[in-house]
């Protein structure tokens, strides 16, 4: 079936330094698009990043993913992780044929000083 | 911009009670979702709907009812609370075409004593 795994529960990074995100996927489709779903705390959660084009980088908020069918994969990263982004990250996938979207079990990112 | 309102913020239940949580919005999406929260747990899809009238079950549908009565409302019933039970239920919206994202609610953090 259809999943979404994101392997670290959690991801602590110290200001400044590089973070990343995993995720990787399994999907029967063969045309979805995915996201980045971003929930600061007592707030919903809100799209980040999206992107449905292999090979291609995007780009939101200092935070980037290039989506990788050969590998399964749509990572996210930031080269210089900030206070502010200290959040609960989830990784979603979106078949174009039917209303279903796949989240993963989320990565909660702590930012120390 | 839309928004997407969920009532009640809070809930607390008594075991065995019957309980409605309900969820508006104005963006004239044409797919609701709910999904449930847990910690550690991702985001698990209870019910969502296409269109008013219709009912997709999800992954976590059992002790769920849902209705949606117009295209701008959709609502969810715990048929029979589970006393310790804690979790925020998010209601979520979509225009339902591909490539388009999700617009989550701030949630119903949900208490059974």
């Known amino acids: 079936g259809d999943s979404v795994t994101q392997t670290e529960g959690l991801v602590t990074v110290t200001e400044g330094l590089p973070v990343k995100l995993n995720c990787t996927y399994q999907?029967?489709?063969?045309?979805?698009?995915f996201f980045w779903y971003v929930q600061y705390l007592n707030e919903a959660p809100q799209v980040l990043l999206k992107s449905s084009t292999d090979n291609k980088r995007t780009e939101h908020q200092g935070f980037h993913a290039t989506l990788h069918k050969s590998s399964s994969s749509f990572h996210l990263q930031k080269s210089s992780a900030q206070l502010s982004d200290s959040a609960l990250y989830y990784c979603?996938?979106?078949?174009?044929?039917?209303?279903?979207?796949?989240f993963g079990d989320g990565t909660q990112l702590v930012v120390k000083p | 911009g839309g928004i997407i309102t969920q009532t009640p913020k809070f809930l607390i239940g008594q075991e065995g009670q019957k309980l409605t949580l309900k969820c508006q919005q104005n963006?004239?999406?044409?797919?609701m979702y709910w999904y449930r929260q847990d910690s550690g747990k991702g985001l698990r899809l209870i019910y969502y709907s296409i269109t008013e009238n219709d009912l997709q079950k999800g992954d976590l549908s059992e002790g769920y009812d849902a209705s949606r009565e117009k295209k701008s409302s959709f609502s969810l019933t715990v048929t029979s609370a589970q006393k310790n039970e804690m979790a925020v239920f998010l209601c979520?919206?979509?225009?339902?075409?591909?490539?388009?994202?999700?617009?989550f609610g701030k949630g119903t953090r949900l208490t059974v004593v």
């Open positions: 999907t029967t489709y063969l045309t979805i698009a």
């Open positions: 979603a996938l979106s078949p174009n044929s039917n209303n279903r979207i796949f």
């Open positions: 979520a919206s979509s225009a339902g075409t591909a490539n388009t994202e999700v617009f």
């Open positions: 963006f004239n999406h044409d797919t």
